[in-house]
């Protein structure tokens, strides 16, 4: 099975600032990568999907890279809304792995 | 508006069995790939099973020959059956679509439910 390491785990940081969340595979997935937001007490939101394509209604804020095992998910300009739980899955292979999540907060 | 609503959760006892159902709104289930994603209490997100349109399912190996994913076409219903329950099974259960269209590859999961709760439990 395919493992998906996220750093850091937490992340502090301001409104206004911009971070970058890390997920690392265990093995070469290509572009089959996907990033969600998720808020406490609610379901997950796709914001990226194919490592680098934002879906429709994702604010511009947000944006996605990377190939094969390093991938990033970059939020410029952190907006209230944005402090959240940050997830990466992998599309590659079943079972379709969650990294373990980065909380980023305020 | 697409709308995915899960239901069937509750308290259960360690060994008993639940099904949980996905009611799709404005969505075909058979047409698009259909996942159950589950998240224990202060965890992160679990991938648990998958069905395919043309009918191949896949499951976590935590949940192999436990667990077994199904639709209803007639009732656009996707459904997760759970025996043999143990207590680390307990998590919100999630279902969530993956559209068809020019991306599906991918597996992105765009549409999700608001989950239903298992808790296994004596």
């Known amino acids: 099975d395919i493992q998906l390491t996220q750093f850091p785990s937490s992340l502090s940081a301001s409104v206004g600032d911009s971070v970058t969340i890390t997920c690392r595979a265990s093995?070469?997935?290509?572009?089959?990568l996907n990033w969600y937001q998720q808020k406490p007490g609610k379901a997950p939101k796709l914001l990226i999907f194919?490592?680098?394509s934002v879906q429709t209604g994702v604010p511009s804020g947000f944006s996605g890279s990377g190939s094969g095992t390093d991938f990033t998910l970059t939020i410029s300009s952190l907006q209230p809304e944005d402090f959240a739980t940050y997830y990466c899955?992998?599309?590659?292979?079943?079972?379709?792995?969650f990294g373990q999540g980065t909380k980023l907060e305020l | 508006e697409v709308q995915l609503v899960e239901s069937g959760g509750g308290l259960v006892q360690p060994g008993g069995s639940l099904r949980l159902s996905c009611a799709a709104s404005?969505?075909?289930?058979?047409?698009?790939?259909m996942t159950w994603v589950r998240q224990a209490p202060g965890q992160g997100l679990e991938w648990v099973s998958i069905?395919?349109?043309?009918?191949?399912?896949y499951y976590s190996d935590s949940v192999k020959g436990r667990f077994t994913i199904s639709r209803d076409d007639s009732e656009n219903k996707l459904y997760l059956q759970m025996n043999s329950l143990r207590s680390d099974d307990t998590a919100v259960y999630y279902c969530?679509?993956?559209?068809?269209?020019?991306?599906?590859?991918?597996?992105?999961?765009?549409?999700w439910g608001r989950g239903t709760t298992v808790t296994v439990s004596s």
């Open positions: 093995q070469r997935i290509s572009t089959f």
């Open positions: 194919g490592a680098s």
């Open positions: 899955q992998q599309g590659y292979a079943t079972p379709h792995s």
């Open positions: 404005e969505f075909t289930v058979s047409s698009n790939y």
């Open positions: 969530a679509a993956t559209p068809a269209g020019p991306f599906y590859y991918f597996y992105y999961l765009a549409v």
């Open positions: 069905l395919f349109s043309g009918g191949n399912t």
